[in-house]
């Protein structure tokens, strides 16, 4: 797997935390040469660094997935700097603020689909544009539980991960014939805040392997899909989740319970 991933040109959106940057520094790992996104300009800075001082070879990307002008100028640095692109991971999205369906209004609505789901696309065209003309290459979307189960106040985000998707078994259908394989991963609850003892063993709790997820785990599911094993693989969803969505009942992964729901004489 590592071997048909040295020297390839992978993009992370998101990569300044969590998730995205465990999957930078360990694609970094395996001899890829990663373009840290995030908007964070000193996020990115910050995992660029790390990967160099680990011996990797990363470049910063700094830009804001919700906006075409700023993506295609990180699209135009990755090619100005390495000539390719053979992977995508697009981690970038946003999970707060929080808030009821009463308490939402549409601005939320805008910017949660704006970074999540319309982000994917925005990295994702020309990307995959580059990638047809180079004879191939892979894209990996970043989807969650709520794209088929739901949280309570997280409905903009909940859809946004429906729509993720549709969009990758869209993609892969399009993309198919150029050799560009679109995938999606399904993390489970992953505790990527550094979370308190009490909440990391009330959160891991009903989950069948006994414990909540770290980034790191995230990360073997996303080496495979891009490598040259997952060669026949595209329109999938893999459930990187310790086994949650497998089981009848489930895992504590709802942050505001009814209690907390407005009142209707608030309404």
Known sequence: ?????????????????????????????????????????????AVVTAI???????????????DSGSVNAMIDAVMTQHG???????NAGLVSPMLHFFEADEAWWRRIIDVNLTGHFLVSHPAARIMAKQGGGCII?????????????????????????????????????????VNALMPGSIDTSGLD??????????????????????????LFLASDDAAYITGDVIK???????????????????ADFPKVEDL
């Not at 160099?52 to 919700?66: C, I, K, L």
């Not at 903009?156 to 993720?164: E, H, M, N, V």
């Open 84 to 90: 390719r692109i053979d992977v995508v991971v697009n």
């Open 141 to 181: 979307n970043m989807s969650s539980g709520g794209a088929t189960r739901a949280h309570r106040a997280f409905t903009a985000y909940d859809a946004t991960k429906g729509g993720i998707e549709a969009l990758t078994r869209a993609m892969a259908l399009d993309l198919g014939p150029y050799n560009i394989r």
């Open 1 to 45: 797997m590592h071997e048909s991933l040295h020297d390839k040109v992978v993009i992370v959106t998101g990569a300044g935390k969590g998730i995205g940057r465990a999957i930078a520094e360990r694609f970094a790992g395996s001899g890829s040469i990663v373009a840290v996104n995030d908007v964070d300009e000193d996020a990115v800075s």
């Open 197 to 222: 003892l009490e909440q990391r063993t009330l959160r891991g709790e009903n989950v069948p392997l006994g414990r909540i997820g770290e980034p790191i785990d995230m990360t073997g599911a996303a």
């Open 52 to 66: 160099r001082d680990n011996g990797g070879q990363a470049m910063p990307a700094a830009a804001d997935v919700s």
């Open 240 to 258: 990187v989740d310790g086994g949650m969505l497998a089981q009848q009942r489930s895992a504590t992964v709802d942050i505001m319970p009814p």
